[in-house]
């Protein structure tokens, strides 16, 4: 599986922005997506993740109620809608994947990661 994240920019606090990745390769439907982010000086963190069938989501609690993640199996994308953006929202964004688990807030369980995109909110 290969994916490709894309979507970021430069935006002001409040505002909004939609990622994507993309995956190519068989079986995505069957994989558990994730969203992570890495600001500069701090590691990478779990920002959202959803399973395969798009009915179960988790969130980094900071996130809850703004950011929304889902998926389109049919076009073997995931994505990631943040509203009411933040400053310390900044980070490059990565997409990732794993068929080994059902759910996983951990980096290391993943298998497949994207190139990232940036996310810059300026106050």
């Known amino acids: 599986v290969q994916l490709q994240a894309y979507g970021g920019g430069l935006v002001e606090s409040g505002d909004s922005l939609r990622l994507s990745c993309a995956a190519s390769g068989r079986a995505f439907s069957f994989y558990y997506m994730a969203w992570f982010r890495e600001a500069p000086g701090k590691e990478r963190e779990f920002v959202a993740g959803i399973r395969w069938s798009g009915t179960s989501t988790s969130y980094l609690d900071s996130v809850k109620g703004r950011f929304t993640i889902s998926r389109d199996n049919a076009k073997n994308t995931v994505y990631l809608l943040m509203n009411s953006l933040k400053p310390e929202d900044t980070a490059v964004y990565y997409c990732?994947?794993?068929?080994?688990?059902?759910?996983?807030?951990?980096?290391?369980?993943?298998?497949?990661w994207g190139q990232g995109t940036q996310v810059t909110v300026s106050s």
């Open positions: 990732a994947a794993t068929l080994r688990y059902s759910s996983s807030h951990n980096e290391g369980q993943y298998d497949y």
